[in-house]
């Protein structure tokens, strides 16, 4: 077996230019089925790590998928809020731990501003059930206090101390200004992998102070109601966009979300994080397996090619098989040289579009986590990725099987005969 993968190595590196690009072609095409894959799986891990800690969401009546990529991914427009008589309800429920209320609207230069309680960063969790942890400072305790996500500080150079203006509006450049009420930095959260990295938070007073002069999305005309004048006003919040809850008892969740939303005086939804992306999923099912069935064409044209290359050579190989034959080797060894030579090829295109992923992932990781919250880490292939690269190889060597079956079949007599 040892002199039958030497013949084959020579015979390929004799073919190098021609191999070459066949393995070239593997090398994308697997690359491309392998990083589908791997976004698809490091979407769902990075969603389901974004509410790892909490057992529902409850917030105006909407879709459940749209209700949770708002509340929770900070993705899409508001529509709506609820009001802070039915948040404080919901926190005063015999079942219900706690609650997180968060209200959006605003923004910094694209980023969006999260108004919320110190329960935030008390209950808040990701990951497996991490808390979030600071990098620098403490959470906001004064009026105009701001904490950031570390991906919001490190793109923006902020540090704590410095003071920056919210805007109006979720836009990268947002409607109108508040220029007018400057916040200042007391914390910078530690990298997580979720939305909080891209998100600034501040205190659910802070919000409603920010606004107290404003009327449908605008600035009420001849109306400006100074910094130093905001102790006068009641700046308790009067809606929010979404609770976020932690129950007692988790078993209990299904009970819950069917009787809260009976106990408050307007419509809302109580949604569950697991059910509402599993429906996420499913939505966008369609549109993995488009990615999927592309991916695995280009794969075939591949090894069709790769078939194609080792078929063509034959006639210009007649002679050499001719030689091995007369030597003594038997159709059999002839069948085995040609079988490695396709699994050569598509074992070394294989491996490089896998490390070509690696690479691609380890160069863009940043991107990812800065635009899509994907964090991804660089590791071994997971066993989907096994399964993959397993077929890679099957199909490989079901493509090889016919050069090689015709290569055994090429006598002694006709290779050495002259060709007419």
Request: glycine letters at 10%; a positive charge.
């Amino acid at each position: 077996m040892k002199t039958i993968l030497l013949l084959a190595w020579k015979s390929a590196w004799s073919r190098r230019f021609a191999l070459g690009l066949t393995c070239l072609s593997i090398m994308l095409s697997v690359a491309m089925l392998v990083a589908v894959e791997r976004m698809r799986h490091g979407a769902h891990a990075s969603f389901a790590a974004s509410v790892s800690g909490t057992d529902l969401v409850v917030g105006p009546r909407s879709h459940p998928v749209q209700l949770l990529l708002y509340a929770v991914f900070h993705l899409g427009a508001v529509e709506n809020g609820m009001s802070w008589d039915s948040a404080e309800r919901i926190a005063a429920d015999p079942a219900v731990a706690w609650t997180i209320p968060v209200t959006l609207g605003d923004s910094h230069r694209g980023f969006p501003v999260v108004s919320t309680s110190a329960a935030y960063f008390d209950h808040y969790r990701y990951g497996r059930h991490q808390r979030l942890a600071f990098a620098a400072g403490t959470q906001f305790h004064a009026l105009f206090d701001v904490v950031l996500g570390a991906e919001v500080a490190r793109r923006l150079g902020y540090s704590v101390g410095d003071r920056l203006t919210l805007s109006h509006g979720l836009e990268e450049i947002g409607h109108a200004g508040h220029a007018d009420r400057p916040f200042t930095v007391t914390g910078i959260l530690a990298p997580t992998g979720t939305p909080a990295d891209r998100t600034l938070h501040i205190g659910l007073e802070a919000m409603q102070a920010l606004h107290l002069d404003w009327h449908g999305g605008a600035q009420i005309p001849g109306v400006a109601i100074k910094a130093s004048d905001l102790a006068k006003f009641d700046l308790r919040p009067t809606q929010v966009t979404a609770v976020l809850v932690g129950l007692k008892q988790r078993a209990a969740v299904l009970r819950v979300q069917r009787l809260l939303p009976a106990r408050l005086a307007e419509p809302v939804s109580a949604v569950m994080p697991g059910a509402a992306l599993d429906q996420l999923w499913r939505l966008t099912s369609g549109v993995e397996g488009v990615l999927r069935a592309v991916a695995a064409l280009v794969l075939v044209v591949a090894l069709a090619g790769l078939a194609a290359a080792v078929l063509a050579g034959l006639n210009e190989r007649r002679r050499e098989m001719a030689v091995l034959r007369a030597v003594g080797a038997n159709p059999s060894h002839i069948f085995l040289l040609m079988l490695c030579e396709g699994l050569g090829v598509t074992l070394a295109g294989s491996a490089a579009g896998w490390a070509a992923v690696q690479l691609a992932a380890w160069s863009i990781a940043p991107a990812l986590l800065a635009h899509f919250g994907l964090a991804r880490d660089i590791a071994a292939p997971g066993p989907t990725e096994w399964l993959l690269l397993a077929a890679v190889m099957a199909a490989g060597l079901f493509v090889s099987i016919v050069p090689g079956w015709r290569a055994c079949r090429l006598s002694l007599a006709n290779g050495l005969a002259p060709r007419t």
